[in-house]
């Protein structure tokens, strides 16, 4: 476990902060500005690379990606609806966000990545824009086929599409792909050399986000407790097999299976609130964020990182 990289310190120390009650605490502004920021410099520093290798690169990889969301997602809810006996709506809405990504999970494991010394296809920012839709349109499909619910679709689809996270990666990917080509590095300081310091501030908050959601875990029950912690792996193994098929590379790999075991916090909860009303924010934020999350960055990114290196000796 990467316990003495810094971003995971920094995490670590809002835990703690939050745990001896400290009055440690991020200001709200400040932390959507971080977010802001995080969501553009993975855009920015995306497109820079796709300008780089070219639009053909990713054809075959991004195919496979737009399949693995819609498939964990379906998987997710069979598993809950029918191995743990889940309700319905409960089980699409927490679906949903197994469906997506956490671009914060994948600013970590890039990091981790460079720190460990395994390259990887830096336009795998394209496949997190990819990857957060899908799993959400995958919800949409069973809400429609599994519930009554009734919702405004024109309104849901302007949320997703033009939400804070996919709105900011694809114009950050945008500039990007202009920074490419006019060659331009007025922005490299601000959103590629300090990014790590950002990223580190942004883990502090999330750590303390985490702690507080540590005393919702006795109402989610053990069987979802497991699900939090065993359905990534699963997940993660997916996205290992898609990644395999695709051609990437074992870092490109490795962020694909990441993705795959990572649950959205940002698109998916405000898709969900419009779909599916009824369903309890307690299960599926404390799902997300107080297990997958910590889980993903603590212990899952090594355990994915050698599973893929496993593989590529295996199948090679």
Known sequence: MNFLDPVILFFILGVVAQIVKSDLKIPDDFYNTISIYLLLAIGIKGGIELYKTGIG????????????????????????????????????????HYGSCSAVTFAVVTDYLRSVLIPYEEF????????????????IILTKIDTKNKFDLKNLLHDVFFGKSILLLVGGLLIGVFIGFSATKQLNF??????????????????????????????VGAPLL????????????????????????????????????????????????????????????TLALGITFPFNILIGIQLYSFMVQKAFVFFS
């Open 190 to 219: 601000f959103f590629i050399d300090l990014l790590k310091g950002f990223l580190a501030l942004f883990m502090l908050k999330m750590g303390i986000v985490t702690a507080k959601k540590l005393s919702d875990l006795k109402k």
């Open 124 to 139: 795998s920012t394209v496949l997190l824009v990819m990857f957060e839709i899908p799993g959400i349109a995958a919800a």
């Open 57 to 96: 690169s990713v054809i075959y990889a991004g195919i496979g990606t737009v399949i693995l969301g819609p498939v964990i997602a379906f998987l997710a809810y069979s598993i809950l609806r029918y191995i743990i006996k889940f309700n319905k709506v409960d089980s699409i809405a927490i679906a949903a």
């Open 226 to 285: 497991v699900f939090g912690i065993a359905f990534p792996v699963l997940a993660s193994t997916l996205g290992i097999i898609t990644g395999m098929i695709c051609g990437l590379s074992p870092g490109g790999t490795i962020i694909l299976a990441t993705l795959a075991a990572s649950a959205s916090y940002i698109a998916a909860p405000a898709a969900v609130q419009i779909i599916l009303p009824t369903a309890n924010p307690t299960l599926y934020l």
